[in-house]
């Protein structure tokens, strides 16, 4: 299996990571604040049809040696559509993940992702417990997940993720716990978990703001709890072997998500679709935020790219330590990277929220990835 480099160089020559947005979904889930949500027919076409011409526009099909499909629901793509945007290509990957909606994953679809490269499957099942899925917007029984990662294992998919959220609406202890032994009985390679602070620009969160009822949003556990049910979920997931390497993501060692580690690494990667980030080591630029102004935009003969900024030492120094500080193994430091911090970085260090394994790397420690937001307000921002 593939263990990818913690410590990738940005150079002109490294291969970069290549990820394709498909903003389209079922249904829009009540916590969700991405650009993504249920659209017209009409639109999936004409963004497919822009999303392929943006991928054949450049070389980045042919060199990413990382493939990523997020969303939204890139699951809900049909093989055809996936040829389309991929250009035919029937290549091997590095490492080639779907996101995939539990309820979507069949022996076809299985079938049609490995035919195309795919290796890696994330599901986005967020809760086992049905009531906790459901307030959320999701429709799956933990039977039901069960049932398609064996259909992915019998496939020949031989990475599995799965997404958990700690924090939604009805969540109590028993049903963590209950989460966290499924992940235990499945024996995944690899578990993401997030903590929800719910976003005005959700309905769950414009729910909580209002003080009305919807959503469970009466009951959505505190701030304290949901930080307890994630340092819960660090203790189990560490004692089935799944290490912490990522502030939210835990990997058998070798699992990690070599794409992923590409953001973390300061490391080249191209974002194709709405709302989808690039970076190429010196210049960072994304596309328009929404999938009708992507598409308008392309139809009008415009450039994807809606914003871009050459990164200056400053921003450098911040965006690099700011993606490394996530990393378990922490941010390696240049000559500079802590000028003018001296008071703040002892002060962090007196709190035991970071620590310096070698003189030139920083990383969060255990207690400190609780904190992580504060340690980059201090360490990196004026
Ligand atoms: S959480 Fe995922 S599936 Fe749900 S609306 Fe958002 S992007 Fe779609």
């Not at 499924?182 to 209002?210: F, K, P, Q, T």
Request: charged fraction near 30%; include cysteine.
């Amino acid at each position: 299996m593939l263990r990818p480099a913690f410590e990738a160089e940005t150079t002109p020559r490294a291969a970069p990571g290549l990820y394709v947005s498909f903003p389209f979904c079922r249904q829009k889930c009540t916590y969700c604040n991405f650009a993504s949500g249920v659209f017209s027919q009409d639109l999936r076409r004409r963004y497919v049809t822009a999303l392929a011409a943006e991928a054949a526009a450049s070389d980045t099909l042919d060199r990413a040696d990382t493939l990523y499909l997020g969303g939204g629901t890139p699951s809900l793509l049909t093989g055809e559509e996936l040829d389309e945007i991929l250009g035919g290509r029937r290549r091997e990957w590095a490492e080639a993940t779907v996101e995939a909606a539990p309820g979507d994953v069949t022996e076809e679809a299985a079938r049609l992702w490995r035919e195309r490269g795919i290796d890696r499957v994330s599901l986005g099942v967020q809760s086992f417990d049905r009531r906790v899925a459901a307030a959320a917007g999701r429709k799956h029984s933990a039977e039901q997940v069960e049932q398609e990662i064996s259909i992915l294992r019998r496939a020949g998919v031989e990475r599995i993720s799965v997404d958990l959220i700690a924090g939604l609406a009805h969540q109590k202890e028993a049903d963590w716990e209950e989460s966290l032994d499924w992940i235990e009985r499945l024996e995944v390679e690899h578990a993401s978990v997030y903590m929800l602070d719910a976003d005005d620009d959700s309905r769950l969160g414009a729910e909580i703001r209002s003080e009305g009822g919807r959503y469970g949003a009466r009951d959505v556990p505190s701030d304290d709890q949901t930080a307890d049910f994630y340092e819960r979920a660090i203790e189990r997931l560490a004692a089935m072997g799944l290490e912490h390497y990522e502030i939210s993501n835990f990997a058998r060692p070798g699992c990690e998500s070599a794409h992923n580690l590409k953001y973390w690494t300061f490391a080249p990667y191209v974002g194709v679709g709405s709302d989808a980030h690039s970076f190429d080591g010196a210049e960072r630029w994304n596309n328009a935020r929404m999938a009708s102004e992507y598409v308008a935009r392309w139809e009008r003969g415009e450039l994807a790219a809606a914003e871009r900024e050459t990164l200056d030492a400053v921003r450098r120094r911040q965006d690099r330590l700011l993606t490394g500080l996530r990393l378990r193994a922490g941010a390696p430091l240049e000559p500079g990277d802590l000028d003018g911090r001296e008071e703040a970085l002892e002060q962090l260090l007196q709190k035991g929220w970071v620590e310096r394994p070698e003189p030139q790397r920083l990383r969060l420690t255990s207690s400190g990835v609780l904190f992580a937001n504060e340690v980059f307000l201090e360490l990196l921002f004026e």
